[in-house]
C-alpha cells in the first residue's frame, strides 16, 4: 500500500481535492433541495403552474394525482383564478396536459379556469411554455406545484426564465427520499454547467427527463 502511495502521490492530493469538493457540493445542494422542500409556500398569485408527471395507461399517475390534489386545494382556496396544466406527450398517446385537465375537470374545477400547455418535455420547457400561455392570458404571477425535492430547481429555472413565481411543494416524502434528493443534485449540476453558463439556460437535463416513477 505505501508503494503504491508513492508511486501515485502525484495524483493523490488532486484526487482528495475531487473528494472533498464533491462530498462539499452533495452535502450543500442537498441540504438546499431539503430546505427549500420544507420551507417553501405559495403566494397569492395569477394562476398555479401543475408541472406534468408520468401517465400511467392514459390516466394520472399517483404522483400526478398527488400534484393536482395540491392545486386543487389551492384552487379552492383562492390562492389563483386560474390553473396551467402543463406536460406534453409522453410515453402514451395522451399529453400529461390533457390527462390533467380531464382529472380537473371530475374534481369540479371549471373547464375555462384551466389552461393547457402540452408541447413540453422537461421542466425547462414545463416553464417556458407555461411563460407563454401566461403572456397570452395577461397572467402576471404564478405558484409552482411540484413534488418537494423537485420544487428547488423548479424555482431556480423560474427565476432564469423571468418568472414571477413562489411555490407549493407537494410534501409527501417519496419511498426513497435519498435517491430523488441526489437525483436532484445531479440535475442541478448539469444545469448549472450545461444550461445556465454554457448555453444561457437553453438545453434542460439530458439523462434524468422523464423519471416515470415521480418527476422530471
Given at each position: 500500500m ?9 495524483w ?5 481535492a ?5 462530498v462539499a ?13 420544507k420551507?417553501?409556500e405559495?403566494v397569492?398569485s ?9 401517465v ?5 399517475s ?5 400534484r393536482l390534489?395540491v ?7 383562492g ?6 396544466v402543463?406536460?406534453?406527450?409522453g410515453?402514451?398517446e ?6 390533467m ?7 369540479g374545477?371549471?373547464q ?5 400547455e402540452?408541447?413540453?418535455?422537461s421542466?425547462?420547457e ?9 403572456k397570452n ?10 413534488h418537494?425535492?423537485?420544487?428547488y430547481r423548479?424555482l431556480?429555472?423560474?427565476?432564469d426564465?423571468g418568472?414571477?413565481?413562489?411555490a ?16 436532484e ?7 448549472t ?11 434542460e ?12
Open positions: 505505501r508503494l503504491f502511495l508513492l508511486k501515485n502521490r502525484k493523490l492530493f488532486p484526487m482528495l475531487v473528494m472533498l469538493a464533491s457540493y452533495f452535502g450543500y445542494t442537498s441540504w438546499k433541495i431539503v430546505n427549500t422542500w420551507t417553501s405559495g397569492k395569477d394562476c398555479l403552474i401543475v408541472l406534468g408527471a408520468a400511467w395507461n392514459g390516466k394520472p399517483p404522483a400526478m394525482r398527488e390534489d392545486a386543487i386545494e389551492l384552487y379552492q382556496n390562492m389563483a383564478p386560474r390553473i396551467i402543463s406536460g406534453g406527450v410515453r402514451g395522451y399529453s400529461e396536459a390533457e390527462v385537465r380531464d382529472y380537473l375537470a371530475k374534481q374545477v371549471p375555462e379556469d384551466v389552461l393547457i402540452d408541447r413540453s418535455t421542466t425547462w414545463n416553464l417556458t411554455f407555461s411563460q407563454d400561455v401566461m392570458h395577461g397572467l402576471k404571477s404564478s405558484i409552482i406545484v411540484t418537494g425535492f423537485h420544487t423548479a431556480m429555472m423560474a427565476r426564465i418568472i414571477k413565481a413562489s407549493e411543494p407537494v410534501m409527501l416524502t417519496p419511498l426513497n427520499v435519498v435517491y430523488y434528493t441526489l437525483r443534485c445531479l440535475a442541478l449540476a448539469e444545469y454547467l450545461k444550461g445556465r453558463w454554457f448555453a444561457g439556460g437553453r438545453y437535463i439530458s439523462f434524468l427527463n422523464r423519471e416515470q416513477a415521480a418527476t422530471r
